[in-house]
């Protein structure tokens, strides 16, 4: 590992851009050297490139506020040439996501992806690093499709699996689960929104985002998947249905889960799976990488604290890093229920694309 490393923000206006510059500013390992947005904000210094768009509580950091933004698909070769890897959040058409991704990544320049548009690339690792850091090593095989020596394109996953997908991983490493019924509860911030932009969600609740089902009943498989011959194959043993909704909450996505054991397991008490949850430490931890929470998962007994995880009380834990379990309980259809939460622009957009990078740079992808 180097002591540090030069890193680009591609999209560094828009929400998760935001999450990306209070993260990064001031990070141990990594200097913000290019900020870059779409043809409007290019050449503006970055003050005046978000303008009134700013919605981070903290004021732009010094370093970065007279920055000028660079052009995000004009100017790929010089940011490539600038920077060690770039973190990428964009608003474009999936196709054209797929296609800058791939430009950066031949350009020698790994990318560290929040966008959807590579999730389902087969040789394209999607990790949440305390479940799946293994799949970091289908990266030489992707190298070898792209003709890269360095450049590769890595992503995290949908920002609403990641409020219960680890809960029930954790559980399934020992107890296999069979099916799952979802119900997520997904803040306006997921969606790059504010209450001040988004008025329609003043006192309101919308049963329906569009596509977030299916990447919460597919993205799953591929995390739970297996590194087969140049490709990451999907796993087949767990079947997730979902709804979505979008709630009047500014961040933090909540989801509600009922499931099921595969038949013949010897179910689990709530007291086992809670401890399993309470000791659970992945290869973060045990790296002790910079955004790494200390607990990953906190846990709320139904006996304690029945009306918690709270998204006031809970989406801040350990720097909005961790994952908030609670009202683990019996069901009468399933064989369990509970409910499950996480900061859904920190663990779920741009926390997790820098703990991912993190990850990938402690085992020296990014060298
Ligand atoms: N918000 C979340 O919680 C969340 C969670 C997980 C994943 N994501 C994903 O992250 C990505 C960004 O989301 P967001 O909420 O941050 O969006 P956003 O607030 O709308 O920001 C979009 C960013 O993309 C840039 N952009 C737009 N068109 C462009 C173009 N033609 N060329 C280059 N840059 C362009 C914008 O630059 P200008 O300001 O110059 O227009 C801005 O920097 C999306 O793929 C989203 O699905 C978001």
Same mark, same amino acid.
């Given at each position: ?34 900020? *870059? ?17 700013? &919605? ?15 052009? *995000? ?14 973190? @990428? ?9 797929? *296609? ?6 031949? *350009?020698? @320049? $790994? ?5 959807? &548009? ?13 479940? %799946? ?20 394109? &890595? ?16 559980? %399934? ?8 019924? =979802? ?6 911030? /997921? ?12 006192? %309101?609740?919308?049963?329906?985002? /569009? ?9 799953? %498989? ?16 767990? +079947? ?29 008490? =709530? ?18 990488? $910079?955004?790494?929470?200390? +607990? ?12 918690? $995880? ?14 908030? @379990? ?22 779920? &957009?741009?926390?997790?694309? =820098? ?13």
């Amino acid at each position: 590992m180097k002591d540090n490393y030069k890193v680009g923000i591609i999209g560094a206006t828009g929400m998760v851009g935001q999450r990306f510059i209070t993260l990064l500013h001031d990070h141990p390992w990594y200097t913000i050297e290019v900020l *870059a947005a779409s043809p409007r904000s290019a050449g503006k210094t970055y003050k005046d490139a978000v303008g009134a768009k700013w &919605a981070m509580k903290e004021e732009i950091p010094a370093g970065v506020a007279d920055m000028v933004v660079m052009d *995000a698909t004009g100017d790929v070769e010089k940011i490539a040439s600038m920077v060690d890897f770039v973190f @990428c959040a964009v608003d474009m058409k999936k196709d054209e996501i797929k *296609a800058l991704e791939e430009r950066y990544a031949k *350009a020698e @320049c $790994p990318v560290v992806s929040n966008n959807s &548009a590579h999730r389902h690339t087969l040789d394209v690792p999607m990790i949440i690093p305390e479940i %799946n850091p293994q799949h970091i090593e289908i990266i030489p095989a992707q190298r070898k499709r792209l003709g890269t020596k360095r450049g590769f394109v &890595a992503v995290k996953s949908n920002c609403s699996l990641q409020s219960y997908l680890p809960a029930m991983a954790v559980i %399934n490493q020992k107890y296999p689960i069979d099916h799952a019924l =979802v119900t997520t509860y997904q803040a306006i911030s /997921g969606a790059g929104k504010t209450f001040e932009t988004w008025q329609e969600m003043v006192d %309101n609740l919308i049963p329906y985002i /569009g596509g977030e089902e299916m990447k919460s009943e597919v993205e799953p %498989n591929k995390i739970l998947g297996k590194i087969e011959g140049g490709e990451i194959v999907p796993s087949t043993e767990l +079947q997730i249905e979902c709804q979505t909704y979008r709630v009047p909450v500014s961040d933090g996505h909540t989801a509600a889960i009922f499931f099921s054991f595969k038949d013949g397991v010897n179910k689990p008490s =709530v007291g086992e799976i809670e401890n399993m949850w309470r000791s659970f430490k992945g290869v973060p931890q045990e790296l002790n990488l $910079p955004h790494a929470p200390k +607990q990953f998962i906190h846990v709320y007994t139904e006996s304690e604290n029945p009306d918690q $995880p709270q998204i006031k009380t809970a989406r801040e834990i350990d720097g909005g890093m961790a994952i908030s @379990c609670g009202r683990l309980r019996e069901s009468t259809q399933y064989d369990y229920k509970m409910v499950s939460m996480s900061h859904n622009t920190l663990r779920g &957009a741009a926390g997790g694309a =820098v703990l991912l990078a993190e990850l990938l740079t402690a085992k020296g992808y990014m060298d």
